[in-house]
């Protein structure tokens, strides 16, 4: 290179030999752009191994006189090693008629994998290309397609992953593998890829409530449609206890239109004062004996039981710089205003009692609002004293 005022430009490289130049050879005539990082003073950045830094920075010095001057040439080189051991241990677990949860039980040595489903009996054969980014969803129906038709549904770093958008009682193909890198600078070891074979459940359910009645819950569900459906078995627990097996009810074996079932739960525990809340769930169970669960509902019980009133004091009355608000329920809100209604403090507890530190506020007369979650609201009135 020539500088405007005649003089040459010498461009070293510095490969501990201070004398060494650049061969022409190193560049090529193609112009890379890339965002300036941020960074001022910087020519056009090349990041040609996508790794998100500039492979080639220039950056002029100050002059040191009027012919000469520096230019800092810097090059980053990030070379991404594909993986050596993939995963040797997967399964699945929650499977459903429109999802499955895939566990990695045994990863390789990446830093994250990914997971491939493929609909059919067919295996898997095509594979994620290195350098290319996958946009997955953990959705079947909207995940990325490779050329046999299987999809990239997951690209990360975590060992439990639900993949949703199933189509129900349908066989697929899955395939888990490792890889190095991150967006468009990944590797991918695609040699000796876990597969598993897994079958959705037949139901597709479409709602499940229930209600109490007198002494009673009423249980209602219904599904869309059903293949080799046994039975459906009723599952409960009340506040913090295990799931137990209450009843069960006969399927419809297999059927495409809609279907709808009821059961009543009779145990003398649903009209007794001791729990707050029972809940339930549906296991439903094919002729093959694989299961599903439905999601769960809670029932509240004792309903017309009288609320309590809410009681509410605070403490100490003048406070200094900390007082104490409490009351006779948990769960609330507080907010302190000033005489003229502005807030100054805002917070919820949990608990039936809350501390707050007012020792920024001025001495005078506050306004405290508790609100309840089931709406009650009380108004305290506070002071703070003079200041000694």
């Avoid at 500039?54 to 594909?82: G, H, K, M």
């Avoid at 054969?125 to 397609?145: I, L, Q, R």
């Avoid at 888990?176 to 897994?198: D, H, P, S």
């Avoid at 809410?310 to 329920?329: G, H, R, V, W």
Wanted: with cysteine; aromatic share 10%.
């Amino acid at each position: 290179m020539v500088n405007t005022d005649g003089t040459n430009i010498i461009i070293r490289r510095n490969d501990n030999s201070s004398s060494s130049a650049v061969s022409v050879s190193l560049f090529t005539n193609a112009t890379y752009t890339r965002p300036l990082y941020g960074i001022e003073e910087m020519g056009p950045l090349c990041d040609l191994d996508n790794d998100g830094r500039p492979d080639l920075i220039t950056s002029r010095q100050a002059f040191t006189s009027t012919v000469n001057a520096n230019l800092l040439i810097s090059r980053n080189t990030y070379i991404i090693e594909t993986p050596t051991t993939n995963v040797s241990s997967a399964s699945y677990s929650s499977l459903s008629g429109t999802s499955m949860t895939i566990t990695i039980n045994t990863p390789g040595n990446g830093t994250g994998r990914v997971i491939l489903i493929k609909q059919g009996s067919v295996a898997i054969s095509a594979f994620p290309v290195n350098y290319t980014y996958y946009a997955a969803t953990k959705n079947y129906g909207t995940s990325p397609v490779l050329g046999d038709g299987s999809r990239v549904v997951y690209v990360g770093d975590t060992n439990v992953i639900t993949i949703t958008g199933l189509n129900a009682s349908t066989g697929y193909k899955v395939a888990v593998l490792e890889m190095n890198g991150w967006a468009n600078a990944t590797n991918y070891l695609t040699a000796g890829a876990y597969t598993i074979t897994a079958t959705t459940l037949p139901v597709k359910w479409l709602s499940f409530e229930g209600k109490k009645v007198a002494k009673e819950v009423q249980l209602i569900w219904q599904t869309a449609s059903e293949i080799n459906n046994s039975y459906f078995e009723l599952e409960r627990k009340f506040d913090n206890e295990q799931w137990h097996a209450i009843g069960k009810v006969k399927g419809n074996g297999s059927k495409s239109t809609a279907s709808e079932y009821n059961y009543t739960d009779n145990n003398i525990m649903l009209s007794v004062d001791v729990y707050a809340t029972v809940y339930y769930r549906l296991k439903q169970v094919d002729v093959d004996g694989l299961f599903d669960y439905s999601s769960e509902i809670s029932i509240m019980l004792n309903q017309n039981k009288p609320v309590e009133q809410l009681e509410a004091y605070t403490y100490p009355m003048p406070f200094d710089s900390i007082f104490n608000i409490k009351t006779n329920q948990r769960d609330f809100e507080y907010i302190l205003t000033d005489c003229s209604g502005k807030e100054l403090i805002k917070g919820k507890s949990e608990s039936s009692s809350v501390l707050i530190d007012g020792f920024d506020l001025s001495p005078g007369l506050y306004i405290a609002t508790i609100i309840t979650a089931n709406q009650q609201t009380k108004v305290l009135k506070i002071i703070k004293a003079n200041d000694k």
